[in-house]
């Protein structure tokens, strides 16, 4: 790619660091974290070199899936604080020169907002249409797949008005019916709120599922009840893009702002459908192909993660945007799924991770704790998980009479909560995070994984992560080069480079615990290696040792 043909955008130069905020800093002494946490936590994430950061829902809710179940959008969920802490944090940001992206979850609302409770009333309130009802004398709706219930059946009957109402998520998550204008109307309006109050880019919740066929029809021959099928037919509807051109026009093409969506459907073209800059939707996307690559027991295989990563950004070297990340809030932590957690490489793989997302075309979300190698917890029994999809997934399973002991292995693995526990502030009881009981435990590893003592360790997990975002920051190739892979084949090393007309950066990744060579032409000792996650390298006559995990950029 030549420099003429970059179209240069603040969004897609931005390194992003999600927050979890009931797991972030508690302030206010009930064991969950808070606004004014983060608040006080605003120069370590300045520190961190990242340009934007990502909060999970704050909003006004229940929590029965931990805010993603809104009940008023325009007001701040009691246990993180107040609007007036809310508009003191994005201050705070601004001053630092910090964006912001605010998670809009508007595929449903939570059943106790007001047009739920008005919706339910009966059938003729003026709220009946805002979400999707099937009227009981008409029989038993078509099955439809919910993520949370313990069921797994998506329709819940209400007496109140004799009628099914729809949920993909929880049942204290109905659906909001976006085939209304009034619904669409709403939305954007509040979105509009929150830009109006300088709110940088959105991120659009289960946005692929918003659209869908009304008649809901009987699920045709093939389908079953794997995400990616729920996807191909929950999701993905009709009327998707119109509703994004709409969403365009009425909100995002009137503020400085960008969106990204949750979701990009079922393949590369649909993924195309929602980003590309001539369709005047959305400016970026993640896919769940890359987390997908671990969803058992049995974890990928450096074949298919090179695979995986080099389709994607092949179909989008040209045209499109999209995200890099590893993790996030509803995955367990990343070492534990692509690196290694043994005590021998948590660190090196940690770090080999946070190269390789920070090395790849896409905008890099970083998820708190992952610039420290937070691991996955470890829960083993089901009375420890607080997480909806953990817990109605076993009573589910439990019901059908499956294989719990199996469950409990997978979760143990895969679990959300495992990547929700709190934040490894320092290593005081709760690890800085609380002074009370955390809502989820504090990993047991605090005491040497956390901020104070890494920020001591000039080789530690953090002050590479820091080493790699300022390495991004300052050299635009990693933005906009292009990605080549070399050796496919290769079994353990993942090698590349990234490419913008004389930038020539070369990427080697040793995804193994062993030693691992592979022969590159043109290097010596006096080869420019501007990363290295160990103090050492082996270069020979045309040939690169890397230690386990080991992770280099060299200069070429
Ligand atoms: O997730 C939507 C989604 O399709 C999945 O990521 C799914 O929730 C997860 O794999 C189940 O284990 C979004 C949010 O990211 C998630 O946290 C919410 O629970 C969900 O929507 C409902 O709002």
Redesign the pocket.
């Known amino acids: 790619m030549t420099k003429s043909k970059i179209h240069r955008n603040w969004w897609k130069e931005a390194i992003i660091y999600q927050i979890y905020p009931r797991s972030f800093k508690d302030t206010s002494n009930n064991g969950i974290g808070d606004i004014k946490g983060i608040i006080d936590k605003l120069d370590y994430i300045k520190s961190l070199g990242v340009t934007m950061v990502w909060l999970n829902p704050i909003y006004k809710s229940p929590n029965d899936?931990n805010g993603?179940d809104i009940s008023d959008y325009r007001a701040i969920m009691e246990e993180f604080g107040t609007m007036a802490e809310f508009d003191e944090l994005l201050a705070g940001l601004h001053k630092r020169g910090l964006k912001f992206v605010m998670d809009v979850?508007v595929n449903?609302s939570s059943d106790e907002h007001q047009w739920f409770q008005e919706s339910r009333k009966s059938r003729d309130n003026k709220y009946r249409d805002y979400y999707h009802w099937w009227p009981a004398e008409k029989g038993k709706p078509n099955y439809r797949w919910s993520?949370f219930d313990e069921k797994s059946d998506a329709w819940k009957y209400d007496a109140q008005t004799d009628a099914y109402y729809l949920h993909y998520?929880s049942q204290k998550?109905p659906d909001l019916n976006w085939e209304n204008p009034k619904v669409r109307q709403e939305v954007y309006d509040i979105m509009k709120f929150w830009a109006d109050k300088g709110v940088d880019g959105f991120r659009l919740?289960?946005f692929q599922f918003v659209s869908k066929d009304i008649t809901f029809p009987p699920l045709p021959e093939g389908y079953h009840d794997t995400?990616p099928s729920v996807i191909k037919h929950h999701g993905m509807g009709p009327h998707l893009h119109a509703y994004l051109k709409e969403m365009n026009k009425e909100v995002l093409s009137k503020y400085d702002v960008f969106a990204v969506s949750?979701?990009v459907g079922s393949s590369l073209e649909d993924a195309h459908d929602l980003v590309d800059e001539t369709r005047g939707e959305l400016q970026m996307a993640y896919h769940f192909e890359s987390t997908d690559l671990v969803s058992s027991l049995d974890k990928c295989t450096l074949a298919e993660f090179k695979e995986c990563f080099t389709k994607w950004d092949t179909s989008f070297e040209e045209e499109g945007w999209l995200s890099i990340y590893l993790s996030n809030?509803?995955q367990a932590r990343m070492v534990n799924r692509f690196g290694n957690a043994k005590p021998a490489f948590k660190e090196v793989s940690a770090k080999m991770l946070n190269t390789f997302i920070l090395s790849m075309k896409g905008t890099p979300y970083t998820y708190y704790g992952d610039e420290l190698g937070m691991t996955n917890n470890g829960f083993t029994r089901i009375e420890e998980y607080r997480d909806i999809?953990a817990i109605n997934g076993y009573k589910s399973l439990e019901a059908k009479g499956g294989n719990v002991a199996l469950y409990l292995k997978i979760m143990n693995l895969l679990s959300?909560d495992n990547g929700r526990t709190p934040m490894q502030w320092d290593a005081s009881e709760n690890s800085g995070f609380s002074i009370e009981k955390p809502w989820l435990p504090v990993n047991k590893n605090y005491k040497t994984v956390n901020v104070a003592v890494q920020e001591k360790d000039p080789n530690s997990v953090l002050n590479h992560f820091r080493e790699m975002v300022a390495l991004r920051k300052e050299n635009l190739v990693f933005v906009y080069g292009k990605y080549t892979l070399l050796q496919k084949e290769h079994k353990t090393i993942y090698a590349y480079t990234r490419i913008l007309e004389n930038e020539k950066m070369l990427v080697l990744l040793n995804f193994s615990e062993k030693n691992s060579n592979i022969s590159i032409l043109g290097l010596s000792k006096n080869s420019n290696v501007l990363i290295n996650n160990y103090n050492r390298l082996t270069i020979a006559k045309n040939s690169v040792e890397l230690a386990p995990y080991q992770a280099v950029i060299i200069r070429l």
Request: proline fraction near 0%.
């Open positions: 899936d993603y979850v449903h993520f998520f998550q919740d289960a995400v949750e979701g809030h509803d999809a959300r």
